[in-house]
């Protein structure tokens, strides 16, 4: 089977433009979530996410364009008839809530086919692309169906492109479902009350090994494994017992042909919820016993990104290995009950190859990905 190779990374998260900023930031323990302006929060508890500045839109268009257009600003090129997967939960719902208000908006945008499109004519693809939406796990099954096109030859070289917004309608939903923090994400902390929705994206260029040497690339890092598995408990709700994650990332490791020890560190979910985190912490002591691994989440610095989470993680994550170095849990202070892995404020060292990075979702959904470091 084919190795698969990551060559290009890019993000746009409300802590900056580039993952080169949104890196820096990350590791100096900063937050993007803050009062949101975008429109008017004072019906609500919880007033506060993790927006991106500046977000202009034009001719009445979604505002995922603009972000759209600062993610891939100097991306690429792309190799000839690279294919294109793409994950977003919710695409163009500033459009639709436009519409709805009786206010001009493109309702061609709507259908996730749309952005789409864009995507593929702004990249130059001759692919029309495929969405997945998997409500928070969209963008690590994005991934791993990328690296699955390649690793069975249907594919030589995959661009993945994840994005969401921070809307109105989304965080009146996470507000009527109580499930947002009014002082901000704490994941894994033992004053956690909730998430704080985040905006961004995320595009990882994936290539054939072999072919992508050959051209002299040596790449980021690897997808060397990846499993995904849905509990099947409760509409919003984890399975208490971690039943689902723990066959994500059995099935990752096997994929990766690595066990438990092989393992440098954990980019867990981490929303900072109640049940999701509680959720996680038992499934990491099923598979890993004894074994106190680095652990970290991204979401108190940058928000629950939704379609976005996996792919951002992925390229941090893949930066976490080449810097040998987990970026802080902002937001974390205090440690939850029964949670004995190691989660800090400040950056973590770490050794080794193989950074799992896992992701769960409404419906019962759950998603991991084993990444693998290049070799020093």
Same mark, same amino acid.
């Given at each position: 089977? &084919? ?12 802590? *900056?433009? !580039? ?7 990350? #590791?100096? *323990? ?68 436009? +519409?709805?208000? *009786? ?22 693809? &001759? ?14 099954? /994005? ?11 249907? /594919? ?7 994005? !969401? ?42 290539? &054939?090994?072999?072919? $992508?040497? @050959? ?12 499993? $995904? ?5 409760? +509409? ?11 066959? $994500? ?11 438990? @020890? ?24 099923? +598979? ?21 989470? *996996?792919?951002?993680?992925?390229? +941090? ?51 991991? #990905?084993?990444?693998?470091? &290049?070799?020093?």
């Amino acid at each position: 089977m &084919n190795e698969v190779l990551v060559t290009a990374t890019a993000s746009v998260t409300g802590l *900056g433009p !580039d993952l080169e900023t949104t890196w820096r930031r990350l #590791l100096a *323990g900063e937050t993007a979530v803050r009062p949101i302006r975008r429109f008017d929060a004072c019906p609500y508890p919880a007033r506060n996410a993790s927006w991106i500045e500046g977000l202009e839109s034009r001719e009445n268009r979604s505002l995922l364009y603009p972000l759209l257009e600062r993610l891939l600003d100097g991306f690429g090129p792309l190799p000839p008839d690279c294919r294109l997967v793409t994950a977003t939960t919710k695409g163009c719902i500033d459009t639709f809530e436009r +519409v709805r208000k *009786g206010l001009p908006g493109v309702i061609g945008d709507i259908p996730v086919s749309g952005p789409l499109r864009w995507l593929a004519s702004r990249m130059g693809l &001759n692919d029309p692309g495929v969405n997945i939406s998997s409500a928070c796990a969209s963008s690590t099954i /994005a991934v791993a169906r990328a690296a699955a096109m390649i690793e069975s030859g249907r /594919a030589e070289a995959v661009v993945v492109v994840c994005m !969401d917004l921070v809307s109105e309608f989304v965080f009146s939903g996470f507000s009527a479902l109580q499930a947002l923090d009014p002082a901000g994400c704490r994941p894994f902390d033992r004053n956690r009350n909730g998430l704080s929705l985040g905006e961004g994206g995320a595009a990882l260029l994936m290539m &054939n090994a072999e072919a $992508a040497r @050959g051209k002299g690339i040596r790449g980021i890092g690897s997808v060397v494994g990846w499993g $995904a598995a849905n509990d099947a408990t409760h +509409v919003t709700a984890p399975a208490r017992d971690g039943c689902g994650l723990i066959q $994500a990332v059995r099935q990752a490791m096997g994929k990766a042909s690595i066990g438990p @020890g092989d393992i440098s560190a954990i980019n867990a979910h981490g929303t900072g919820t109640v049940y999701n985190d509680e959720m996680e912490v038992t499934a990491f002591e099923a +598979v890993f016993g004894s074994r106190r691994v680095p652990l970290n989440s991204l979401k108190g610095a940058i928000g629950h990104t939704l379609g976005a989470a *996996g792919g951002i993680e992925a390229a +941090v994550g893949l930066r976490s290995l080449a810097e040998r170095t987990l970026p802080p849990t902002a937001g974390f202070r205090e440690p939850m009950k029964r949670c004995g892995f190691p989660v800090s404020p400040l950056p973590q060292p770490i050794g080794g190859r193989y950074l799992l990075s896992t992701n769960s979702g409404f419906g019962g959904i759950n998603a991991a #990905l084993i990444l693998k470091g &290049n070799s020093q």
